[in-house]
Every structure is written in C-alpha cells, then in structure tokens.
C-alpha cells in the first residue's frame, strides 16, 4: 500500500480535459462553461435536451456515526463509481463542496482520500469555482439591505430585537459569533447585536441545493424571514425587494461544477450545507443531471445515517421527486471499535469486547435505512490491522438481519478495490423496495419531531423547552406547520449528547429552541448545542499549508 499521501497521489494524477470526461456522459461542449482545463459548469440549456430519460439507479453512501478514527464515506462514493465503471457501467457521482473552515481548521478537506479522489483537489478545496463566495456576497447583501431599511427610516418597522438572519463567512472565526455593528454615530448605521455564521449554515446554502433553476431559486430566496416587526409580522427578503439581486449574484452558482476522479469517472461536486444544521446534501440540479446522464449515480449525505442519511429521504428525496434505489453504510472496524469504549491510541489491537460493544451502532443505522423500505450493503472499509475474526463477526452481525457485507480496499486500490462493493450494489440496485418516508407532510410539527426521535434515534421522550413551545407557537400562527423538519443534532452521537457512543436507547431528547427557514422549506429544532461559526484549533491545519515558486500545493493533507 502507497504511503503517499492524498496530496501527493492526487498531484500525480494525469487528469484528463474536462471535456473528453463529460463525453462520457454525452454532454458537449455547447453544454459545458470551462474553468480551466480540468473544471467545468453545466450550462441550462442541457436540462432541455435531457429531461425526458429515464432515470439511473440512485445509489445513497451514508455511515455509521462519525469518530475520530475515521470511517470514509466520501472516499467510500469515489471508489464505488470507479468500481462500477470499471465492471463496465456508465457511472457518476455527486458530493458536496468543501468549506475553507474545516480546511484550515482540524476536520480537512473533502475530496476523498488514497485512490479514490476527485480531483484537481487543491482546486476544489480552495475556491474551486467561486460557488461559496457567490453564497457569502448574496447572504451578506440581504443582511446589509436590511440593516439599511432600518438606517433609511425604517418602512418596514423592523424590531431590532427581533432580527433574525446574522452574517455569514467561509472561515472558523470564534470571535466573530457574537459582535455589535453600528457603531460610531449616526451616521454609521443603528448599533445592535448580530453575529456571523459559517456560509455553509447560510439558509442561502440550503436553497440553492434545493432549487431546480432560476424561477425557483428567486421563489425560494423571496421567502426568507430575515426579522419580525414590532407587531409581530414577519419582514421577508421580498419586502426587501432584495431577491432579484441575490439571484443575480447566484446566476452560475446554481450552475453544477463537473470534474473528474483519479480514474477520469465523470463527477459533480456542488453545493455544501451542514448536515447538522442544514439538509447535508449537495445540489437537486447536480443529482437530476446525474440521473439522466447516467445508468448508475452515486452520491452522498452528510455525516452519519441519523442526519444526511434521514434528511436525504425525507426532505430531498420528497421535495424532489427521487426515488433511491440502494444505501451503502460504510463502516471501519475500527471506528465500531471506538464505539465499544476503546482509545484511538488502542484501535490495532484485535478487541472482540469492544467491538461487541461497538457495533450495534452499525446495526442501529441498519435498521433505519431498512425501515424506510430500501436495500442495504454495509462496506467494511479495511485497514491492515482488520482480523478475519472481525469481520467475521460483523458479517454474522449482518447477516442476521438480511443485509450483506462487503470489503472495501478504495482507498489502497482505488476502483479495483471496490468490486465486491459494486457488485452487490448492482444486485441490490435490481431488488424491488417498498421507499417510503418516515412522516407524513400534512402531520404537526411535534408529531414528526417525535417520528425522527423516538424512531431514527431511540429517543423514549421528547422535552420541549419553554422557548422551544413559544417557537412553535409562531410557526403555527404564521401557517408554516405542513413545512418538512431538518434536525439539529450533534454528529458524534445518534442522541443528543455527543458523548454518549454505540447505541443510546431510550434517552430524553431535548428541543432547545425552533428556527424557521422558509424560504428551504423546513423548521429545524435545535437540540443539544450546534456550533454554526466553527473556531479554529490550537494549532489550525493552515499552519501546514504552503505553496512554492512553481505553485505546487503541500501540506493540505
């Protein structure tokens, strides 16, 4: 196995032109916006041409809940369309964009890793198209049309204090979660408190996932509560007359970006929400093209199967009209390992307690997916220090419940690693399912607060706080009760509380507090404490980075 790291294997790959990889696919040049040799946007004019094909299979790649061993869900999407390509499919995948914060912060980048990459990575970790600072520039404008209305005389009667919509900026910077602006006289704007969020927290982010072209994204944008008045009404960006210029400012970020993995597999990185305060999911233009263009599409969602997984299914999958066809949920044996109790430092050893211990968070996740009527494979992600005996054990585990298990070596060998991923995938790709969603759209906000709880987490009891009750109040007085809900959530846990590992049953899940996104179309209950401006650690990972006289990247990763 290479001891080469991500940047070094991804800097000697020889990248094809964009254009031979979106042939691929049958797309031409008249349908591709280039950005150098290697980057590419799909024009609007594509849709058009391909909107009466029928769909590929749509294969989901989610996980078991995140540790700091690692389990490879992105790498996992990379290596298992390189496989299927190379069992002679035509395939592509979809993932999101990566946000400067993590980057430069602790958590890394997000292009995959080994052998299964996309790439050019420097160039997709680092600005890539300009995608997330059309974001920024649109969000920060609503904000800054806002705080003017109330400069210029305030028309509209907006309460200070009851502003919702804050600041955004692609970078973890702590010190900027809670400011006071309008300072200085009267002539410098009206002083109140506000803070900045991380673009990718920007309900701007999850719009522009969720829209299918223009109309609907100046629709979506004219619909976002940015205050409420002194009588309680909401002030909308419309009122704003703010919209148009947003959407303006989004024209081809909307557009999804085409690259290529190491082994040339056509891919579409777009869009980048959380998955923790946000649907997780990349663009619904990237996945519909997707789908046309291909016989199988991969893609994923953020985190593990409790978040990205769950508001895949339920909010994009319904706001969008897919059907998916199969769900891979990586797991590592060492992070089932972590689960039962074991340090990092410990993870080589052969340890059948732990991983006994371990893995009915596997088997939780499992068991959702399965609820939701799909076909599931669950791909070991294999690390040298793998047991026969553990894996063994995990496939007894499967097994028992209906699911198969595969290996996966993508990392180490790429495409070639992944066969009997693939393979399985193809045949649960055929299998027929019964995909439904897990609440019904017309029931109450606390009905399906309690359906993704007690069902996707194992929650036995929900508590409400007073301001959570009060939230909800308004929601149901502004009409807004029928709108999908996306869960705030730790991710280091399926409860709220991200120390509690393995399988948490029967825990009191806490609603802190109910924000409304209405332009996305969802209501997002706050549990436990999510942080939406990340801060950056002791020692960032942007004190590694560094470029030389020629322009070659080290240090990334």
């Not at 094909?53 to 700091?68: E, H, N, S």
């Not at 980048?109 to 160039?123: N, R, T």
């Not at 904000?143 to 200070?160: T, V």
């Not at 709220?496 to 393995?502: A, E, I, N, T, V």
Request: glycine residues 10%; proline residues 5%; contains cysteine.
């Amino acid at each position: 196995m290479s001891m080469l790291s991500d940047i070094e294997i991804a800097q000697r790959c020889q990248m094809e032109p964009i254009a031979k990889v979106a042939a691929k696919l049958g797309v031409g040049d008249d349908d591709l916006e280039f950005y150098g040799k290697h980057k590419a946007k799909i024009s609007f004019g594509l849709w058009e041409k391909i909107k009466n094909r029928p769909d590929g299979k749509l294969i989901l790649v989610t996980a078991i809940t995140p540790t700091p061993a690692g389990e490879g869900k992105t790498t996992t999407s990379v290596g298992l369309a390189q496989a299927l390509t190379l069992r002679g499919k035509k395939a592509c995948l979809a993932l999101r964009e990566p946000s400067l914060g993590p980057v430069f912060g602790i958590k890394g980048g997000a292009a995959g890793g080994g052998y299964s990459q996309v790439v050019p990575m420097e160039d997709i970790n680092v600005h890539f198209t300009g995608d997330f600072h059309a974001v920024t520039s649109a969000h920060n404008l609503l904000a800054a049309m806002m705080d003017n209305s109330i400069q210029q005389g305030n028309p509209l009667g907006i309460d200070p204090r009851q502003i919702t919509f804050r600041r955004v900026l692609d970078m973890n910077d702590r010190a900027l979660r809670n400011i006071v602006i309008g300072l200085g006289g009267k002539t410098e704007g009206v002083p109140r408190e506000d803070g900045f969020d991380i673009t990718v927290a920007s309900e701007i982010m999850a719009i522009l996932c969720l829209s299918t072209g223009i109309e609907d994204l100046k629709s979506r944008l004219s619909e976002i509560i940015v205050a409420y008045t002194y009588d309680g009404t909401p002030v909308k960006a419309r009122d704003l007359e703010a919209q148009g210029a947003m959407a303006m400012l989004l024209k081809d970020a909307i557009k999804p970006n085409l690259v290529q993995t190491l082994e040339h597999v056509p891919a579409f990185v777009h869009g980048g929400p959380f998955a923790n305060i946000a649907h997780g999911c990349n663009s619904v233009m990237a996945t519909r093209y997707g789908l046309k263009l291909a016989d199988y599409f991969v893609t994923e969602a953020g985190f593990a199967a409790d978040l990205g997984a769950e508001k895949f299914l339920d909010i994009k999958c319904r706001l969008a009209g897919l059907r998916p066809n199969a769900v891979v949920i990586v797991a590592t044996i060492r992070a089932l390992k972590m689960h039962g109790g074991l340090e990092k430092g410990e993870l080589g050893k052969i340890d059948m307690t732990a991983l006994q211990s371990g893995i009915p968070n596997l088997e939780k996740h499992v068991e959702n997916m399965l609820s939701f009527g799909l076909p599931v494979v669950v791909a070991i992600n294999v690390f040298p220090t793998d047991s026969e005996e553990e894996l063994r054990f995990i496939s007894e585990k499967c097994a028992g419940v209906g699911v198969p298990v595969v290996r996966s070596d993508i990392w180490g060998n790429g495409g070639k690693g992944g066969f009997e991923m693939a393979d399985e995938v193809i045949k649960a790709c055929e299998r027929d399912n019964t995909f439904h969603f897990l609440y019904e759209e017309s029931a109450s906000p606390t009905e399906k607060i309690g359906a993704i709880a007690k069902k996707i987490y194992g929650a036995g009891d929900i508590v409400y706080t007073d301001k959570a009750r009060k939230d909800l109040k308004r929601i149901h007085d502004l009409g807004y009760d029928n709108l999908l809900i996306c869960m705030a959530k730790t991710q280091a846990s399926i409860s709220d509380d991200p120390s509690r590992k393995g399988r948490p049953d029967g825990f009191t899940l806490t609603v802190r507090e109910v924000r409304l996104s209405a332009g996305a179309g969802f209501i997002i209950p706050i549990t436990g404490t999510i942080m939406t401006m990340p801060g950056l650690p002791k020692r960032p990972s942007a004190c590694s980075i560094d470029i030389d006289a020629n322009g070659r990247v080290t240090g990334l990763f």
